[in-house]
T-cell receptor
Framework: DSGVTQTPKHLITATGQRVTLRCSPR?????VYWYQQSLDQGLQFLIQ???????AKGNILERFSAQQFPDLHSELNLSSLELGDSALYFC?????????????FGPGTRLLVL | DQQVKQNSPSLSVQEGRISILNCDYT??????FLWYKKYPAEGPTFLIS?????DKNEDGRFTVFLNKSAKHLSLHIVPSQPGDSAVYFC????????????FGPGTRLSVLP
């Protein structure tokens, strides 16, 4: 158990709909990262938040948005969903020890768009 | 343009033998590298890391080697066990806080009993 929690575990929805994925980081971690893993693909970095503020942006579509709240949990909002958005969405939080950063991943949310 | 490459999508190894997973990178700014292991239906799990000031880091059965001049790193698992069967991701970053990690596409390791 990495200490990072994600809900829901599975989500089935229809094209055009909007969903919200939730992530709670490990206790004490200020950074939250979101990744997308499509079928047989690697992990694509979407966005990072640090202590409530957006820190870095990757390959995130304009239909997607995220935020990090004062209690440090984060939500990833996916709107106008398309079939191709079906994927595993992972959240990670990071800690820095001895000058280096390590990311710890949650179990993921499996999104299926029908 | 893939900055982190894992050119072998899959690898099969006999139990007890050595597994060698390879990773190449193109960005010379990367100075911190990690390996993650992922089982189906689970999130990636941190395995081992190495900073560019080292060329080797060992943790039990797992050793990571870094060749900076070749921009190449490898993960050695000795001896391989059936429980090591998973997808292994190589990741790289610039080690200032907040820099995002770049992941390779992964290598699926199968350890045969």
């Amino acid at each position: 158990d990495s200490g990072v929690t994600q809900t829901p575990k599975h989500l089935i929805t229809a094209t055009g709909q909007r969903v919200t994925l939730r992530c709670s980081p490990r206790s004490g971690d200020l950074s939250v990262y979101w990744y997308q893993q499509s079928l047989d693909q690697g992990l694509q970095f979407l966005i990072q938040y640090y202590n409530g503020e957006e820190r870095a942006k990757g390959n995130i579509l304009e239909r997607f948005s995220a935020q990090q709240f004062p209690d440090l949990h984060s939500e990833l909002n996916l709107s106008s969903l398309e079939l191709g958005d079906s994927a595993l969405y992972f959240c990670a939080s990071s800690s820095r020890l001895a000058g280096v950063e390590t990311q710890y991943f949650g179990p993921g949310t499996r999104l299926l768009v029908l | 343009d893939q900055q982190v490459k894992q050119n072998s999508p899959s690898l099969s190894v006999q139990e007890g033998r050595i597994s060698i997973l390879n990773c190449d990178y193109t960005n010379s700014m990367f100075d911190y590298f990690l390996w993650y292991k992922k089982y189906p239906a689970e999130g990636p799990t941190f395995l081992i890391s190495i900073s560019s000031i080292k060329d080797k880091n060992e943790d039990g059965r797992f050793t990571v080697f870094l060749n900076k001049s070749a921009k190449h790193l490898s993960l050695h698992i000795v001896p391989s066990q059936p429980g090591d069967s998973a997808v292994y991701f190589c990741a790289a970053s610039v080690a200032n806080y907040g820099q995002n990690f770049v992941f390779g596409p992964g290598t699926r390791l199968s350890v045969l009993p």
